[in-house]
């Protein structure tokens, strides 16, 4: 429940010839679930850095991992009576908030107590609010971690509980932003699927359907998606708009059975009405830059996706086409940003991290690149497309690079990566091409 320990740190790489420090070995004593193995080198870790969050957040773990809350909130209240300070109320805190029956006025307390001993520490900040989120004190809990945002610009994790305690207040366009601004760091895949179920809370299309209407829509609906009939589709939604001129989301469904039509005419029509009556539904513009695409107008298309991202940042499919205009434009910061995105969005996806290769590639960032192209090899080893572009990269790297020791390790790698290829396709021109090109002149 706390999740708050020495496991959400930086992970480093073990050495196999050296021995884990007290801290890296308490780290896997809690991963492997021995709390009672960390406790002593928590404490002593402890004891020599009183003001270490980190490693206060730990030792509280540890303590509650151990079946010892009530002990060591009662240490903690000790120690408070005798010398109060900010990092005891701070684990006061954690402590009550990793109890259900503690979670709400308990641990907001003892945050709020650690904040004015200390107000400059964004992690109270982001603790509170995230107390006052948990307590459903929703208005109160939207300052503290703005606060905190504001003073950790770098920590992806508070704007997800900001966002969803602006949505709460009903501040739609704040929740989107802050959604925006965790999807462009680096958000963890727990994050962005909660992410992803927030913002179709905030941009659910159906919200306020008329229930009078919902057995047309299912029935145009299964036209359009299940059986791909445009035109039976179409009767139904107009049907609906007889009665209710105003459903910007159906306006979008009888754009989307035009387009499949291919009368681009009125699927744009629709599209913008549907944008008029609904301008804070990233997916209308989504399709209005879609269609103007599929008809070779990117330039069109370019602001309406922009727009897209803008007002619902979960849209994978409208970063992918935006990335790939901002590509062909050569606009190498708008692409990358737009694919980095994508690989945080959809981690598995082999598409997103190619792209970004390239992009990296553009830009001379020969160290960025291989590692976008190798997160794919390492997880499919025998996919020759990433494993031939890796050889490219480095058959690239080769010829541009001005030092013979680089120029060196780089015509290695690329000779390694080649030959892999033609192990497996040895009829494969590019891979012979470029193995050519290092052995030339």
Not at 4 to 10: Q, W, Y
């Amino acid at each position: 429940m706390l999740g708050l320990g020495l496991a959400t740190g930086c992970g480093h790489g073990r050495a196999a010839e050296r021995p884990l420090d007290a801290r890296a070995q308490a780290r896997e004593y809690l991963a492997k679930n021995q709390p009672e193995r960390a406790l002593p080198l928590l404490e002593a870790e402890y004891a020599r850095a009183p003001e270490d969050l980190e490693l206060a957040r730990a030792l509280t773990e540890a303590q509650v991992k151990a079946g010892r809350t009530d002990a060591w909130i009662a240490e903690l209240q000790r120690r408070n009576t005798q010398a109060e300070q900010a990092v005891n109320h701070y684990m006061l805190g954690l402590a009550y908030f990793s109890r259900a029956s503690d979670a709400g006025t308990p641990a907001v307390a003892a945050f709020e107590r650690a904040l004015a001993l200390k107000p400059n520490e964004p992690e109270f900040h982001y603790r509170l609010g995230l107390a006052r989120l948990e307590s459903e004190q929703y208005a109160a809990a939207v300052e503290p971690l703005r606060r905190a945002a504001e003073l950790a610009p770098e920590r992806a994790g508070i704007r997800l509980p900001l966002a969803k305690a602006l949505h709460r207040t009903g501040d739609a366009p704040g929740a989107v932003k802050a959604l925006g601004a965790l999807v462009r760091m680096n958000p963890s895949p727990s994050e962005v699927a909660t992410a992803r179920a927030l913002m179709n809370q905030i941009a659910d299309p159906f919200a306020r359907f008329p229930k009078a209407a919902e057995p047309k829509l299912e029935e145009g609906m299964r036209y359009l998606q299940e059986l791909d009939a445009p035109h039976p589709a179409i009767v139904a939604f107009e049907e609906i708009l007889r009665d209710y001129p105003d459903l910007a989301v159906v306006h979008s469904l009888l754009g989307l059975a035009w387009q499949r039509l291919d009368d681009a005419g009125r699927a744009v029509e629709e599209f913008k009405r549907a944008i008029e009556l609904a301008p804070e539904d990233g997916k209308n513009h989504f399709y209005l830059g879609e269609l103007y695409l599929a008809r070779q107008r990117p330039e069109a298309a370019r602001p309406y996706l922009e727009k897209a991202v803008e007002l619902n940042p979960m849209l994978d499919l409208a970063w992918f086409r935006l990335g790939e205009i901002h590509l062909e434009r050569r606009d190498l910061k708008a692409a990358g940003e737009a694919f980095r995105v994508l690989t945080h969005l959809e981690p598995d996806e082999k598409a997103p991290r190619g792209k970004l290769a390239l992009v990296l590639q553009l830009e001379g960032d020969w160290a960025g690149a291989e590692r976008e192209l190798m997160a794919v090899v390492d997880k499919d080893p025998e996919d020759l497309e990433f494993t031939l572009r890796l050889g490219i990269l480095f058959t690239e790297q080769a010829r541009q690079s001005s030092r013979p020791e680089e120029r060196r390790e780089a015509a290695g790698k690329a000779e390694r990566w080649l030959r892999k290829v033609l192990e497996t396709q040895p009829e494969n021109a590019v891979a012979s091409r470029a193995l050519q090109q290092l052995k030339g002149p």
